[in-house]
């Protein structure tokens, strides 16, 4: 439900992103502390969280590999260097997307409390999106004028309502989720976990580039993404780490639930087809994106960030939460290859971990999930 609310609340704040800021007169200053404005702030604020840190980060790598060159320190210490920075700049971007989707749902209360106005005024031009929140449907009003701009966080956006500004390279927030499992010898028949109690989701940044000056077909799609997948073992069953092997062992009491998470931070890279063709307005030919039937193949890599284990069960008429963190020999670094297709901002969602989940265990066994991804510009 938590996961449901932060989708729905960045869905509300992606769709405020698109809001044109007033002119910034004197008399626009009121105008700022609309709901639309505060709104767009934050979704400006998320994005930028994500651009910041991933920057840091590839500076801070930058420097391990300039240690590795000059032998100062060795491959396996360059490699377990990455892995602490990596996992501490993901760190600092959950804990900022967090306060930041506090501001937003404080935001939103104060708009479903009248305490908030929209941005209707008498004169000009206006456009009403409908956002769907829970069961609920809020209409969103906004002013569109000629050559507005504002400029935040050093994001400049340009809005014209007669010519459309054609943007080369666009971003989207991705949010992911579906069934998750693990594949034995590529089979996920008779699997150790279940089909339906294994999930995983997944949310990032992503940016979509166009690689031909004059045709829409080919995109390079790259970004930055938070992975988190999960196991459900079937027969009441949890992990045990047995030095070199993690084994699935029947547990002496009875489970409601056993459930082990591995958190990674990837890079994926996707070509994508996007066929949405050309359009013209006004004489002017201009290339849109997810507007038609999309088609990506491509993998991603990165690094583990955590894993725990999570094991439920009932003491004394008490309902009992046992947690459980370690490496659990999972490898610390995951690539794979992906694909989805689907029309306009929704697509079916396939990936798979080329390496094992667990390094050292006699069977290997790789991850592999299936589900529902959507990019939303």
Known sequence: MRNLIIYLSLLLCLFASKMVAQDPSPKGEQAKQTFETKAKAIAIKMEYITKEEKEALKLEIEKVNEQLEKGTISLEQANENKRKLAEARAQIIENKIAAAHEELKILVQEKVDGKLKSDLEKEGIYKVDSVLIGYKKY??????????????????????????????????????????????????????????????????????????????????????????????????????????????????????????????????????????????????????????????IGGYAGVRIKSKQFIEYEANNNDVTYKEKGTFNANNFIYGVSTYIGYRSTSLYVKYDLNPLFKDNVVKQNNVSLGIRFDFN
């Open 139 to 296: 209409e969103v009003t906004y002013k569109i004028t000629d050559s507005t701009y504002i400029n935040t966080f050093n994001v400049r956006r340009l809005f014209d309502k007669k010519v459309e500004v054609e943007k080369r390279t666009t971003s989207q927030f991705v949010f992911a989720t579906g069934i998750n499992n693990l594949a034995t010898h590529g089979d996920v028949t008779n699997s150790d976990f279940r089909y339906w109690g294994s999930h995983f989701y997944e949310w990032g940044l992503t940016y979509n580039s166009r690689i031909l000056n004059d045709h829409n077909l080919l995109h390079a799609k790259y970004g930055l993404s938070l992975m988190y997948n999960n196991l459900r073992p079937t027969d009441n069953r949890f992990f045990v780490k047995n030095g070199a092997q993690t084994n699935l062992e029947e547990s002496n009491i009875s489970l409601n639930d056993s459930r082990l998470r591995n958190v990674y931070l990837v890079m994926p890279l996707h070509l994508e087809f996007d066929f949405s063709g050309k359009k013209e307005k006004e004489g002017k030919t201009y290339f849109k994106t997810h507007d038609s039937f999309r088609f990506g």
